[in-house]
């Protein structure tokens, strides 16, 4: 498998963290590691240059000629495909974009 560099801005990042801190609210510390560390493991799995997901079709994001992926049938990951990395834009509820 050949694989792209993976970088993750902050707002990706923050939102992953942000969902992770709910969770461990919630009562649930290893819950909340754990999708931290499945979250982030799917991002490099991104990296993989022989697949390429569709580009987005939500107005703001198209426009930024990015692509989305949804995650675990609750979020939406938005990144750029360039030919040596991929740039983890964006990460938010499925629900927002509905």
């Known amino acids: 498998m050949v694989k792209r ?3 993750i ?3 990706a990042a923050v939102a992953v963290a942000e ?3 709910f969770i ?3 009562g649930m ?3 909340a590691k754990k999708f931290v560390q499945e979250t982030f493991s799917f991002f490099e799995k991104l990296s993989n240059e022989l697949i390429e997901y ?3 079709i ?3 994001w198209k426009d930024l000629n990015y692509h989305c992926i949804t995650y675990k049938k609750k979020y939406i990951v938005a990144y750029i495909s360039q030919e040596k990395e991929i740039i983890i834009c964006d990460f938010v509820s499925a629900k927002i974009l509905k």
């Open 58 to 60: 939500y107005e703001r």
């Open 5 to 7: 560099k993976v970088t």
């Open 19 to 21: 969902i992770a801190f």
């Open 24 to 26: 461990e609210g919630k």
């Open 9 to 11: 801005l902050e707002p």
């Open 54 to 56: 569709r580009p987005c």
């Open 29 to 31: 510390p290893q819950t």
